[in-house]
Nanobody, 124 residues
Framework: QVQLVESGGGLVQPGGSLTLSCVNS????????MGWFRQAPGKERKFVAG????????TYEDSLKGRFTISKNRAGDTINLQMNSLKYEDSAIYYC?????????????????WGRGTQVTVSS
């Protein structure tokens, strides 16, 4: 059973950095990709980045390339999201998700398991 728990959120000043982590404390499906989404108040949940757990590869929302970096540990039970040069508009609840697909989807409906989210606030 997949169980995802995010950590690392908090308050950061514009231009600062933050690293989010997501641990899967349950089992890993035979095919799996994990990703980060974010949702600001009153807005839809949007894809941030994804990475293959059972394989190689990662992908990003185009506008975030170069500022955000997704990675995984060797065991494949933890992913991280390194966020640099943070902007006010990066403020949101960040969710970790796992998809039981052999590719990295970007639509929320294609992810099967979700964490509860961690709040990121960019403010001076």
């Amino acid at each position: 059973q997949v169980q995802l728990v995010e950590s690392g959120g908090g308050l950061v000043q514009p231009g600062g950095s933050l690293t989010l982590s997501c641990v899967n404390s349950g089992s890993t499906p035979s095919a799996a990709a994990m990703g980060w989404f974010r949702q600001a108040p009153g807005k839809e949940r949007k894809f941030v980045a994804g990475i293959m757990i059972t394989g190689i590869g990662s992908t990003y929302e185009d506008s975030l390339k170069g500022r955000f970096t997704i990675s995984k540990n060797r065991a494949g039970d933890t992913i991280n999201l390194q966020m640099n040069s943070l902007k006010y508009e990066d403020s949101a609840i960040y969710y970790c998700a796992l998809s039981e697909m052999p590719v990295i989807p970007t639509h929320p409906s294609l992810f099967d398991h979700w964490g509860r989210g961690t709040q990121v606030t960019v403010s001076s």
